[in-house]
C-alpha cells in the first residue's frame, strides 16, 4: 500500500452544511480504534448507536457507514439505511445484520460496497494505516425517501442530499497489523 498517499478528505465536510446534533456509542468513542466485533475478520455486527437533539422536523433517519480511506476513488460503503423511525433514537449491536437484524420497521438496508444487504465490518487492506470509518446519522425532513433495496448508497445519498437538515458523526478507526 501507498502509506505515502495524503488521507481522505472527510465527506461530509464537503457538503451543505447543516446543523448537527449528538452521536455516540458504548461501543468505542469517537476518534478511539473500534473494537474486533465491528471488523470483518471478527463477528462483523454493526455497532450501538445512540442519537439526541435531531432538529425540529425531523421526519426519519437514514444511518451510514462509510470508510474515506479506502485505497479507491470512491471510499467504501460499508452500512447504508433508510426509513428509519423519526422516534427512533437508538440501534442496539447486531442491529445491522443480514436480513435486517434487529431494524426498526420500516428501515431498509441497502447492498453494501461487499454486494450485501448488512453491515460489513471494517477491514483495511493489511499494512495500511489506520482507516476512519464514519458513522453518520441523518435528519430528513421526509418519512419516505422512496428507495428500494437496490439503490446504491451514492444514490441514496444523492436522493436525500435535499431532505438533511441534520447530521450527526462518530468515527471510529482500525487497521490491521
Request: net charge negative.
Amino acid at each position: 500500500m501507498n502509506l505515502d498517499r495524503p488521507p481522505a478528505p472527510n465527506p461530509y465536510d464537503l457538503l451543505p452544511g447543516v446543523p448537527t446534533f449528538t452521536l455516540e456509542s458504548p461501543d468505542f468513542a469517537d476518534g478511539d480504534t473500534l473494537p474486533a466485533a465491528h471488523t470483518y475478520g471478527g463477528d462483523n455486527a454493526s455497532p450501538a448507536l445512540r442519537w439526541s437533539g435531531a432538529p425540529e422536523g425531523t421526519k426519519s433517519y437514514a444511518v451510514s457507514c462509510f470508510d474515506p480511506d479506502a485505497p479507491t476513488p470512491s471510499g467504501f460503503w460499508h452500512w447504508f439505511v433508510v426509513g428509519v423511525p423519526a422516534d427512533v433514537t437508538e440501534l442496539p449491536t447486531g442491529a445491522g445484520l443480514i436480513g435486517g437484524g434487529s431494524l426498526p420497521d420500516g428501515s431498509v438496508q441497502l447492498h453494501n460496497d461487499y454486494g450485501t444487504d448488512d453491515f460489513g465490518g471494517a477491514a483495511p487492506p493489511p499494512g495500511d494505516r489506520a482507516h476512519r470509518y464514519i458513522f453518520a446519522v441523518h435528519a430528513l425532513d421526509v418519512a419516505d425517501l422512496s428507495i428500494d433495496t437496490q439503490t446504491s448508497p451514492a444514490k441514496a445519498s444523492f436522493i436525500m442530499l435535499e431532505h438533511v437538515i441534520g447530521r450527526a458523526l462518530l468515527t471510529g478507526t482500525y487497521a490491521l497489523s
